[in-house]
């Protein structure tokens, strides 16, 4: 099997750390003519050696056998699968320390997909709030029409009143998923992972065993491990840190091999992947991911300190300010490796200031989406978080002078002097 040889993620004792293993794991030169990198293997389909292979290939798709020993999935047609989306699969799951993932062609592909894997009409789905404005529109508009019933917690609430509530709520509903995004975007109020599996568990009379999934699309695959901390799926729009140059859309989930199992199956019969085009993308972009991501954090521990002490911002959203009194520090040290590069915070004089804000920026460009190379500025009230009714977004904390702000790799310096003459122009 000359593939195992690509798999190796030890040097004698040493387990090698993803960033190490970005550049070449999963990928055999010698089946590619040698080529240093891995092909963009632009093909729909793929020939069989011989109809007997080809047999055994679909007996294995299908489910119809269990493979044998050391047994690897053939290649059969770029939905089931494709080499450019295995070997990204394998190198995405290093971060999290997943045993199986895959990929999708977007990050609310990647969502619909796994909700639609568990559930099923008459069922209740809990999930948090505020989540992505794509997410909350699909759980809110889109599955009640299949006969799902939403019931939504706040994040940053007590744990403990939330359980309460939500199996009030809940009733007899069988409960086969609890979705959740923490840090929550845009305020970055936090969700003990841990905690809330244990909640999730007391939902598992009514039927189903809850499928804990977290979008880690704000802080991993490198500030958070969501499956060390008892959620059974992760979830990423790797449009954002993970493609890291804004130039692609792009989704992914990850778990174990049994939670993967449906979400894979039901990727091939809505046909969600992604593109080997954007696999190629992926992988390119993943070999500087923790390069980036580690300037952007630095990059963003500035600005926010520099915006904290700024008489013309009320409030600072980011992680790296969180007190050791506030009640969110404990979960934000027990689970999180860093604060990341998201930064939210309060102009004063409501939408009005924002906006001169927003319009005055030179440097940072006044966009939606996050986590690419450059930074990003938006208005949530008025853009990403639209949908939300006015009543909503004031409980969520989204208030009229709040923006977000995604912070790059740029200088830092060059980036505190853009944010202090927009904030000079309010
Ligand atoms: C962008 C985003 C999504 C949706 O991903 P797309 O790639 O745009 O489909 C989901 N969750 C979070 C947290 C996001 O930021």
């Given at each position: 099997m000359p593939k195992a040889k690509y798999k190796e993620h030890r040097i004698g004792d040493r387990e090698l750390s993803p960033e190490s293993l970005m550049m070449g794991y999963g990928y055999d030169p010698m089946l590619s003519e040698g080529a240093a990198k891995c092909p963009i293997f632009q093909t729909s389909t793929f020939v069989f050696p011989n109809a007997e292979a080809g047999k055994a290939y679909f007996q294995?798709?299908?489910?119809?056998?269990?493979?044998s020993p050391g047994e690897e999935f053939g290649l059969i047609y770029s939905r089931l699968n494709n080499p450019d989306l295995e070997i990204l699969e394998d190198r995405l799951a290093l971060w999290d320390g997943a045993a199986a993932g895959a990929v999708f062609a977007s990050g609310m592909a990647a969502i619909a997909t796994a909700l639609f894997a568990y559930l099923r009409p008459g069922d209740a789905l809990v999930f948090s709030e505020p989540l992505y404005g794509g997410t909350e529109h699909f759980i809110r508009h889109v599955l009640p029409?299949?006969?799902?019933?939403?019931?939504?917690?706040?994040?940053?609430?007590?744990?403990a009143d939330v359980a309460d509530d939500v199996r009030a709520r809940v009733g007899a509903h069988r409960t086969p998923v609890v979705y959740?995004?923490?840090?929550?975007?845009?305020?970055?109020?936090?969700?003990?992972?841990?905690?809330?599996?244990a909640v999730a568990r007391t939902l598992e009379g009514n039927g189903a065993r809850p499928v804990l999934m977290?979008?880690?699309?704000?802080?991993?695959?490198?500030w958070q491990h969501p499956l060390k901390h008892g959620a059974d799926l992760v979830i990423y729009s790797a449009t954002k840190f993970i493609g890291g140059h804004s130039d692609l859309v792009a989704g992914a989930v990850l778990g174990s091999s049994e939670a993967m199992a449906p979400v894979r199956a039901l990727r091939t019969f809505m046909g969600t992947m992604a593109d080997a085009w954007t696999g190629w993308l992926l992988m390119r972009s993943m070999e500087t991911l923790k390069m980036r991501m580690t300037a952007m954090m630095k990059n963003a521990r500035y600005c926010a300190d520099f915006l904290n002490d700024h008489p013309k911002v009320r409030r600072v959203h980011y992680l790296g300010l969180l007190g050791e009194d506030d009640p969110q520090f404990a979960t934000y040290r027990k689970q999180c490796m860093g604060p990341g590069s998201l930064i939210a915070f309060e102009v004063e004089g409501g939408?009005?200031?924002?906006?001169?804000?927003?319009n005055a920026l030179k440097l940072?460009?006044?966009?939606?989406?996050?986590?690419?190379?450059?930074s990003l500025a938006e208005h949530p009230g008025s853009m990403t978080h639209a949908d939300v009714p006015p009543d909503e977004q004031v409980r969520m904390g989204i208030t009229s002078g709040l923006v977000r702000l995604s912070v790059g790799v740029e200088h830092y310096e060059d980036l505190i002097a853009d944010l202090g003459q927009a904030l000079d122009a309010v």
């Open positions: 294995l798709a299908y489910g119809l056998r269990e493979a029409e299949f006969g799902i019933t939403p019931v939504g917690f706040m994040a940053g609430q007590a744990l959740i995004e923490t840090p929550a975007n845009p305020t970055n109020a936090m969700i003990d992972i841990a905690a809330l599996a977290v979008d880690n699309t704000f802080l991993g695959p490198l939408e009005e200031a924002a906006f001169r804000f927003l940072v460009k006044l966009a939606v989406s996050l986590g690419g190379t450059e």
